[in-house]
């Protein structure tokens, strides 16, 4: 006995046709919308990343909030998992990231390698990198562009055919 199932078209059909609509992203955004970044906001992020608990700086450092010198201070930080955060979070300034690009921790620099807007100047120091871990991340992510490329590619023709 079989416990795979093999539907119908129009079982298929029906199943579509009952399923529940997904919402956009902008839709859940525009549902539950983030409170406004306040001055009490903002000094909190400034005493979290300056606590001396260096998982507690990580927090800061992961705010898409933070003004540009918290992310500066943060990018110099003593703890190699903090300037990591900071080189991950797709809100750090692209010159922060520049300078990330340069850290003495490969794990910084693989975190510049893979934040999706690091500027391609960077990119193309990285590729370069000593470390094979950096230089291997560059040419995945380089992978996976060119895939998405190619599927969109193929997505315009799809929709001109029609």
């Known amino acids: ?25 902008e839709e859940v955004a525009a549902q539950h919308p983030a409170p ?45 998992g903090v300037r990591a955060v900071v080189a991950r979070n797709t809100a750090t300034p692209c010159d922060v990231l520049r300078e990330l690009a340069h850290d003495d921790s490969p794990v910084v620099r693989g975190w510049v390698a893979v934040n999706y807007f690091v500027p391609a100047d960077v990119m193309d120091e990285l590729a370069e990198d000593d470390d094979p871990v950096v230089r291997g ?22 929709a001109d055919a029609h």
Not at 8 to 18: G, I, S
Not at 142 to 156: F, G, I
């Open 36 to 80: 406004p970044v306040t001055e009490s906001k903002l000094r909190r992020l400034r005493l979290l990343a300056d606590d001396a608990n260096p998982k507690i700086r990580e927090a800061a450092a992961s705010s898409y909030h933070a003004p540009v010198d918290l992310y500066e201070k943060l990018a110099h930080d003593d703890d190699e």
């Open 137 to 158: 991340l560059v040419q995945w992510k380089a992978t996976l562009a060119e895939e998405a490329a190619a599927e969109a590619a193929a997505q315009r023709e799809t």
């Open 1 to 25: 006995m079989s416990c795979i199932r093999f539907n119908t078209p129009a079982q298929r059909a029906q199943m579509a046709a009952l399923a529940p609509r997904m919402l956009t992203p």
